[in-house]
């Protein structure tokens, strides 16, 4: 089925295979056309991006909307694209239980020490601990967007005591929730902190001496927002001080990881490799066909990015 | 405070320190006296027993009741007792939610497969793998009684598919719930399996090769319960096979595990010693304190085994 000016529909996606995507949006959009960049000239009417570059951009002059296939806006947002063009984001999609378990994962293993157990038993070693429950552990969710606030309810749910940080107020159902400059009350009440911030300008290195050094003595990271939020150097001085305990980090500055970046050898530090919420192909292209109807008939749709704040 | 007749209450407890138990108990019953075995002969009216002896009831005539300081009660119900004795069992005292966390962790970790992250991680990769989750795998838990149950919530609650089975029907909202002679209709439907049974001479050795081949291929195995429930050479012949894809046993047959046990060296299973369900003091002590009470003023209390059902 084609139709006499077909929309084109372009993705810039070079660190994944695109094709996949293409041919689930054909399914969803019969009649468009799907253009994998780099190999095509075509001037496009929607983008979907993955990391995507400034070359592609610069080539394309009449953009209604550029998707992003992911929560985060910072690789798009440091880019030169034009003011008034829309940049969208995946709305859920499936992100946030993902999210939600990978941090009741991390949590869970930390504070019944099953990280030391594991450890134990393969050592030739049979020995129990000391109770260690969550009602021991305060949690703080540092960020209370459509992701942290998810976090931090999961957490609730499972019996921690919860609080969270946001720049702007927020309320929540059973969780302390601090905004703005009460940003050091709140690492005061945390023994393990879990970020879930955007990457902007604000928040970059957040995670760094001064704030980690807030936090109850022998706390614990979780970061599974943006490598850049966390000062790398930094986390290791507090870990040889024993400040703090350890960290599960699905981020990193540079990703791939290098070989011999000092994080993969630690004994307290445990990685993955940026899969705490993966992308759903089908939620994820079902929500992008969906927003690209609604524009095509001028209506208005939920998602898009305020640049000025950075998400 | 003492009175004319105090009470005298015993702890057989030879594997743990009972002190810490003996005392808190002295806290809730300030006028009874605590005795603990060996080393005491006084004739008891209580005693509180943790893997028990034969040896220490042989010399009690005069028991009111016998309290087990956890969820199982096979290492009591193996041994010589007067029938009339009552046996009661710690009803949950903080046990259940731990063992939800346990359940928890072990799936989420093998579903999301972060043990294999972690270690890709650890020896320089930086891989993601295609998506795994909650809804491809079907959670079947086998015993829905105290424990069991709330496993089974739990396991609802995160997202996955579940059902159960047990001795008699139960009804457990979203739940399927099978039982009696349902049990290979049961297997067949699970991707992961769950033991929170407890140890009777039905169900010693029921994770055996005939009821484990019926499960889902690459099925997953966690075990809470016994290790007698498990015939572990079976399963290594179907970890083997690949009919079997893995197993987090927090129990063996013996425990201590010996040091060259073959689970604590192979690949594709995790151990911990026996700490899903760690009885904690505090609210035993209060619970048990409140039922001498009870039966010193003839009140009936709960939590007393069925012994020809052996829980």
């Known amino acids: 089925m084609t139709t006499a000016n077909p929309l084109k529909i372009g993705f810039c996606c070079p660190t994944i295979d695109a094709q996949p995507w293409a041919d689930a949006l054909a399914h969803k959009l019969p009649s468009a056309q799907m253009h994998i960049?780099?190999?095509?000239?075509?001037?496009?009417?929607?983008?979907?991006?993955?990391?995507?570059?400034?070359?592609?951009?610069?080539?394309?002059?009449?953009?209604?909307?550029?998707?992003?296939?992911?929560?985060?806006?910072?690789?798009?947002?440091?880019?030169?694209?034009?003011?008034?063009?829309?940049?969208v984001r995946i709305e859920d999609g499936g992100m946030a239980s993902q999210m939600q378990d990978y941090v009741t994962h991390a949590l869970l293993r930390h504070v019944y020490r099953f990280d030391r157990y594991e450890q134990d038993t393969r050592t030739g070693l049979w020995q129990q601990y000391a109770e260690s429950l969550p009602e021991h552990y305060p949690v703080g969710i540092l960020g209370l967007g459509e992701l942290g606030s998810k976090i931090a309810e999961r957490v609730r749910d499972l019996g921690f005591p919860v609080c969270g940080w946001s720049r702007s107020p927020k309320v929540l159902q059973g969780i302390r929730c601090y905004s703005g400059d009460e940003l050091p009350k709140f690492l005061a009440s945390c023994r393990v902190l879990v970020c879930a911030l955007p990457l902007t300008a604000q928040t970059q290195n957040i995670l760094n001496e001064k704030n980690l050094s807030l936090l109850q003595s022998s706390a614990y990271l979780i970061n599974v927002a943006r490598g850049a939020h966390l000062v790398e150097e930094d986390l290791l001085k507090l870990l040889a001080s024993g400040h703090i305990a350890g960290a599960y980090l699905d981020v990193l500055r540079t990703e791939p990881a290098p070989v011999d970046h000092p994080f993969r050898s630690h004994p307290s530090i445990t990685l993955t490799p940026h899969i705490a919420a993966q992308t759903l192909m089908q939620p994820s292209i079902a929500q992008i066909s969906e927003k690209i109807r609604m524009l095509e008939k001028g209506q208005a749709i939920s998602g898009v990015v305020q640049r000025e704040r950075g998400y």
């Open 37 to 87: 960049w780099p190999g095509s000239t075509e001037s496009l009417d929607y983008a979907l991006t993955w990391s995507p570059t400034q070359e592609f951009f610069d080539a394309q002059p009449r953009l209604k909307a550029v998707f992003a296939l992911g929560a985060g806006m910072d690789s798009l947002l440091k880019l030169r694209l034009p003011e008034s063009l829309p940049l």
